[in-house]
């Protein structure tokens, strides 16, 4: 049935931290980005803050992102020269010996955390660094790992549903970490007011190719049955770092003992852009190896594959949704993680004072 | 760009009405689309003055946190342009037409200390940030100067609020602010934010910049409400056009001009833009330079004006200026 829970395009919370972009795309020259349907130019002060200003003149609204850095912290816009500091306030206007008080772009709080940039779209007065989703294993000296940006063509939710339910690695991941057990195995879900958990174990298995290669990278020439778990941390509103492996069978994983297994971490955070486009930053990061760029680079690659599979569901359900204006979502029992994630984001935007909200038909 | 520019309109009732000083009024208006409040935002309201209908910008001193009631304070001098006695006529059940919420003095977190000056009425732009600042644990100090107490809304919630960090100067207890040593002794990265009359914020501009401290860092807004002589009436000639016309007390030149049939470019009617610019060809009396648009060097020249906040003003004899338009 049509409830708000179960809107086909969901809205996103603004007051709330979102990834801009990985640290390396935040530079001495100027990156456009939208977040949270918040056009902006982003760019880093000669001291090396990041700076994320509104991406419109307060003149006549060209995009300065197209413009000059100048000095330590000022972006120059490209039309007639305007420039502001990194606080946005207007620091010099052509042909004028004053400048205007109400010249400001608006300045969106921007903090560098966890190997990326993370910005606030909304009220700035409630901008807390303490309220960034936990993501330490990228930046852990015991974890190793990388990752990418996928320009997701669908509503963020839609990122999150697939990612709080691992059923679909069965059917849409055949070649590397789909298998039966997946959608045999029992899951538990619980929730907290800002995060969801389901897990699920599945005992004395064949590990599914992706994984034995990984066991093999630590027990060269490793055969036989695992123990596999995935952990799904779901941290609101759109943070999801999985705590995926698998172990020797029966050596003691699900009571705690993952000594004789491969442990990795999928950090996901996922940024709205637009009603139906986002930001996918993804990262994999492992346990084991640590010194290897080579298996880093390998899992980089090869979750990069099995993510471009659910990259082309998901533009493919975005198109489904957009072209049956008249059919509704119905939900399955596998959904609990994702329709938990939906109620506390309904909650945030309630917070907000943005809904009720009625489902939008395509357009 | 700033946070929220665009003019819509919308109905607000009137729900309570009080006086909070000598001259000023509190209105509580109940608006038609609420929004949250940020601090430093202002409602923009018409009234209907005769047979003119008239535009007047307010500071929102507060509101609940849904916007659903928001608070103007009114202040009606005795040369008031009109607006504050309607404004003062109001009583709960009266409806009234204000704009969105309007944003131009949007208060930046994240400074390492702030100073919030506020010089009478000027209050009403100041309270929110205070009260922000003070809830998020900002270092920030509060000065409010005023001609007397009783004419100063506001202090004793001011005072139960913040306390040691307000500092409270009164003309008639000969506790006058020294600007002067305000601005010598503020740490370099401080921002200051100001609302109140131009005497007042032209003395910390003049500071300011004689100190070098960044330009950005002074925060002001005006509604071009407040001149260097009371408005009185004088007269505009606009000899290119065959116009001679007086302009009210409570009238604009701008808006003189226009109701005499001059064609006038202009864009922000606040004395911020230039747009309204004339040239000065002959002047008996003194130039009021209500804007912010010219420096300091530009208003000694005497050459132009600001049309749509700046009078000329005469003590005792009427003053008359003649001039050329674009």
């Given amino acids: ?363 | 760009m700033a946070t929220s520019h665009k003019e819509v309109w919308q109905r607000a009732t009137v729900v309570e009405v009080r006086p909070v000083a000598d001259a000023v009024q509190r209105i509580v208006l109940a608006p038609e689309h609420p929004v949250a409040i940020e601090p430093g935002a202002h409602l923009d309201v018409r009234l209907a003055l005769g047979t003119d209908t008239v535009q007047r910008s307010y500071s929102i001193v507060d509101a609940d946190i849904s916007g659903s009631r928001i608070s103007l304070s009114v202040f009606r001098s005795l040369h008031s342009r009109g607006g504050a006695g309607l404004m003062h006529a109001l009583v709960p059940g009266d409806t009234l037409t204000v704009s969105h919420p309007l944003q131009d003095f949007p208060l930046r977190f994240g400074a390492s200390s702030y100073v919030l000056l506020a010089g009478g009425i000027g209050i009403t732009a100041i309270a929110g940030m205070a009260r922000v600042l003070r809830d998020r644990g900002d270092d920030y100090r509060l000065i409010y100067v005023g001609r007397t107490r009783a004419a100063m809304a506001y202090l004793d919630e001011l005072i139960a609020l913040h306390g040691d960090r307000l500092d409270v100067h009164v003309g008639d207890e000969n506790t006058s602010l020294d600007v002067r040593r305000l601005v010598a002794t503020l740490e370099p990265d401080t921002e200051l934010y100001q609302c109140g009359p131009i005497r007042l914020m032209d003395a910390v501009r003049r500071e300011w910049i004689e100190r070098e401290l960044p330009i950005a860092s002074l925060r002001f807004e005006t509604f071009g409400n407040s001149g260097w002589f009371e408005p009185q009436e004088f007269t505009v000639r606009l000899p290119q056009f065959g116009i001679e016309t007086v302009v009210g007390p409570t009238q604009s030149m701008l808006g003189a001009l226009e109701a005499a049939g001059a064609d006038m470019m202009f864009d922000c009617r606040k004395g911020e833009c230039g747009l309204c610019e004339v040239r000065v060809l002959e002047l008996e009396g003194e130039i009021d330079h209500r804007d912010v648009f010219y420096s300091e060097r530009q208003r000694d020249a005497r050459s132009k004006l600001c049309c749509c906040v700046s009078r000329v003003a005469r003590p005792q004899l009427g003053a008359v200026v003649t001039i050329s338009s674009s």
């Fill in chain 1, 1 to 363: 049935m049509a409830g708000t829970t179960t809107a086909k395009i969901f809205p996103y919370p603004l007051n709330t931290w979102y990834v801009a972009g990985w640290d390396h795309e935040v530079n001495r020259s100027i990156l456009a980005r939208t977040v949270a349907g918040k056009p902006m130019a982003l760019y880093r002060t000669e001291d090396g803050r990041p700076v994320a200003l509104a991406d419109a003149c307060w003149h006549r609204l060209a995009p300065l992102s197209l413009g000059t850095l100048i000095g330590r912290e000022d972006i120059q816009c490209p039309y007639h020269g305007l420039r502001y500091n990194a606080a946005g306030r207007c620091v010099s206007m052509p042909a004028q010996e004053t400048i205007n008080p109400s010249a400001t772009v608006p300045s969106f709080p921007a903090v560098e955390r966890y190997r990326y940039v993370w910005v606030w779209p909304g009220d700035p007065a409630l901008a807390d660094p303490d309220l960034i989703p936990d993501m330490h294993q990228m930046t852990d000296p015991e974890w190793a790992g990388d990752g990418q940006l996928i320009e997701a063509g669908c509503n963020y939710q839609l990122v999150l549903d697939n990612l709080m339910d691992l059923t679909h690695e069965e059917f849409v991941h055949t070649s590397s970490i789909g298998q039966a057990e997946l959608s045999e195995a029992e899951f538990i879900t619980s929730h907290t007011d800002t995060t969801v958990t389901v897990e699920r174990w599945m005992l004395g298995i064949d590990p599914p190719p992706f994984w034995r290669k990984n066991m093999r990278d630590k027990f060269p020439g490793f055969e036989g049955k695992v123990d596999r778990w995935q952990i799904i941390h779901y941290q609101a509103p759109s943070t999801i770092c999985i705590d995926v492996g698998v172990a020797k069978a029966g050596t003691g994983a699900p009571e705690g003992d993952r000594s004789q297994g491969v442990n990795g971490y999928v950090m996901n955070t996922i940024t709205p852009e637009t009603d139906r486009t986002c930001h996918y930053f993804w990262a994999f990061m492992r346990n084991y190896c640590l010194d290897s760029q080579l298996i880093t680079t390998q899992l980089r690659e090869g979750v990069h594959r099995v993510f471009g599979e659910d990259e082309a569901m998901l533009i493919a359900q975005q198109e489904a949704i957009d072209a049956n204006p008249d059919y509704e979502f119905y939900s399955l029992n596998i959904d609990a993680g994702g329709m938990w994630v939906r109620r506390l984001l309904e909650r945030m935007l309630t917070a907000e004072g943005r809904l009720p909200v009625t489902p939008v038909a395509a357009g």
